[in-house]
């Protein structure tokens, strides 16, 4: 991509302009490198934005309770983390380009994080925030380990927003699953005094210290890495694949209707 296309990218997007619903969930159609370019220079570093990556389980869960629907609609950037709703974008011509969270964190690591950067982590595990430490020694890293439930722990909840708002980083990656985690990004957006560009990136930091090993680049290539994680994973995983099938299926039905009757 040229150094004229991004501005150019960067612009648009900042603008407001091309997001898209679909399935129920908002996606902004930017490839990764756009994506890396926004965060890597965003137009105001004075407040708090965040980055959230919808999959499969994240599309299902919000048709199921749209009290969710503000933390993905005010985020700063919604990315396509799913093969298959790429592929359904695809059957109606929409273009989603498939950014996972996983790719994306490894991508910022690798060519965006800085010697002396400060970065802060909201982690689910200890054992985490250590082996990223070990993996980037010439990073600041600024951890919170919160208990179990922070969703419906409004005590816990709030010990990580005013963690993350108490000093200045300029990334912040809050990894303890969805929905917690857009939910405390989307509190920090609300935030004065909370800076920085926030991502909501499930498993992505144990993948990237290989605590987690992703699957081969043939199985992700080939749309397949859901069958690795749920072999690698079988117990915590098979009910949240089998029972996503019928609800996705119903939302791509109703997004096909819709669209019949927007167009007649």
């Known amino acids: 991509m040229s150094a004229v296309e991004i501005p150019t990218a960067r612009s648009a997007y900042v603008a407001g302009h091309n997001r898209h619903y679909f399935l129920g969930a908002p996606f902004d159609p930017i490839p990764q490198d756009v994506a890396v370019d926004l965060v890597a220079a965003p137009e105001d570093r004075s407040k708090f934005r965040y980055v959230v990556t919808p999959n499969v389980d994240h599309v299902v869960r919000l048709s199921s309770n749209r009290m969710l629907a503000q933390y993905y609609d005010d985020a700063w950037i919604s990315l396509c983390d799913s093969r298959p709703i790429a592929a359904l974008a695809h059957a109606v011509s929409l273009d989603l380009p498939l ?6 964190t490894a991508r910022i690591f690798k060519t965006v994080v800085k010697d002396g950067d400060v970065v802060t982590l909201i982690a689910a595990d200890p054992s985490i925030v250590h082996d990223m430490e070990l993996a980037y020694p010439k990073v600041h890293f600024r951890s919170h380990v919160p208990p179990k439930g922070v969703m419906n722990d409004p005590t816990a909840l709030q010990a990580c927003v005013d963690f993350v708002a108490a000093e200045p980083a300029r990334f912040v990656f809050i990894a303890i699953g969805s929905p917690q985690s ?3 990004a989307h509190a920090l957006a609300q935030r004065t005094d909370a800076s920085g560009v926030g991502f909501c990136v499930g498993a992505s930091l144990e993948f990237l210290v290989g605590t987690r090993k992703r699957a081969p680049l043939w199985m ?10 749920l072999a690698s994973d079988p117990k915590r995983l098979w009910r949240r694949y ?3 099938v019928a609800p996705l299926t119903q939302l791509f039905v109703k997004e096909l209707f819709s669209r019949q009757q927007r167009r007649a």
């Open 220 to 229: 992700r290539q080939t749309g397949l890495e859901w069958a690795h994680r």
């Open 99 to 104: 950014v996972t969270g996983s790719d994306l």
């Open 182 to 184: 857009e939910k405390i």
């Open 242 to 244: 089998v029972f996503a």
